[in-house]
Nanobody
């Protein structure tokens, strides 16, 4: 079983920055066994993929709308994944969810485990 706890959300003006954190705890496999990612869900919309990082942290992948603005990293020693969000826009407003997958195959479409979410609001 994997537990994911996000933090770092809040209200920020357009153009500003936030850093989200996701702490992973597990009673079985170590968190470094999981591909970690971030998804988001805006009001009235479906949950969408944002970014993922592979087991070692050396490979990352982003949805087009955040490329060049968001950076995903992981610190396996701290069992923590980060999402640095710069140049935030009103359309980035959403609940952001941390996600963990044993395999990389579905890491852009779903997750084996989800966090509870953290709200990010960028007023227009």
């Amino acid at each position: 079983q994997v537990q994911l706890v996000e933090s770092g959300g809040g209200l920020v003006q357009a153009g500003g920055s936030l850093r989200l954190s996701c702490v992973c705890t597990t009673s079985g496999r170590t968190c470094s066994n999981y591909v970690m990612g971030w998804f988001r869900q805006a009001p009235g919309k479906e949950r969408e993929f944002v970014a993922r990082v592979n087991w070692s942290g050396l490979s990352t992948y982003y949805t087009d709308s955040v490329k060049g603005r968001f950076t995903i990293t992981r610190d396996n020693a701290k069992n923590t994944v980060y999402l640095q969000m710069n140049s935030l826009k009103p359309e980035d407003t959403a609940v952001y969810y941390c996600a963990a997958n044993l395999g990389i195959g579905r890491s852009t479409t779903g997750a084996d485990y989800w966090g509870q979410g953290t709200q990010v609001t960028v007023p227009s």
